[in-house]
DNA sequence: ATATTGTATCGTAATATAGCGATATTACAT
DNA sequence: ATGTAATATCGCTATATTACGATACAATAT
């Protein structure tokens, strides 16, 4: 019917699964390339470097940031975003995780 | 307009968010889990084992393979999948190299 | 030739996503 | 108090994704 059915996966396979949404758009790959950049970003500033609107830029943060993956901090009427270094660590272990699980049961054959 | 602008962004950006694509719905996680194990598997098999039908099955393996992630091959009227270790190791080091790169621009500020 | 079996494809419906303009909200400055 | 600037949210449209039943296709078996 068009909804995915999370309730008949693993809770590794939706947390990885979900973990991966926040990859699959290249307008946020390229937010967090910039973001990594710059080091405490503006909404705008992203927003003119990846050449998306204001709105379509903040949601894309918003996505992100829910993921746990942003940090952010106002100063003044300004937003200044960064990334989660502990959080980034903890992803990148979970995707390395599974690769190289994958890979042990492929060479047990 | 709801489509995603790949145009105004890099090679990079665009290829790291295609591969995240493959990863980024829990049935075609849990079919990558499962093919690990079973190396050869029917469509049939797996999709009995993750619990969505024959026709979605085979539509998830059919993205999962366009991306080439996916080795098949018909021994009669049944089609045996195993994925391919060569393209498995070249998505981890994508990734690998993405989380690295943006770690270390983290740390030089 | 016909039946059976395993896959793929078609058609369709429902939900999700991506994008933007308009508007609201918030904080500082004057 | 009013204006300005930065961000977030609302409302909307268009496209993409997920899922399934029905059906077509291909290879073996009878």
């Known amino acids: 019917m068009g909804v995915t059915k999370r309730h008949i996966h693993s809770m590794r396979a939706n947390q990885?699964?979900?973990?991966?949404?926040?990859?699959?758009?290249?307008?946020?790959?390229?937010?967090i390339e910039y973001i990594g950049d710059c080091d405490g970003c503006l909404c705008q500033d992203i927003s003119e470097k990846i050449r998306l609107s204001q709105p379509t830029t903040s949601q894309?943060?918003?996505?992100?940031?829910?993921?746990?993956?942003?940090?952010?901090?106002?100063?003044?009427?300004?937003?200044y975003y960064s990334i989660d270094a502990r959080k980034w660590e903890q992803l990148q272990g979970l995707f390395y995780d599974f690769f190289e699980h994958t890979k042990s049961k492929m060479s047990e054959k």
Do not use: C, T
Request: no cysteine; glycine share 6%.
């Open 60 to 79: 894309h943060l918003q996505v992100i940031k829910r993921a746990g993956v942003l940090k952010s901090q106002f100063k003044g009427k300004a937003q």
């Open 16 to 31: 990885i699964a979900d973990l991966a949404k926040i990859l699959s758009n290249p307008a946020r790959v390229a937010i």
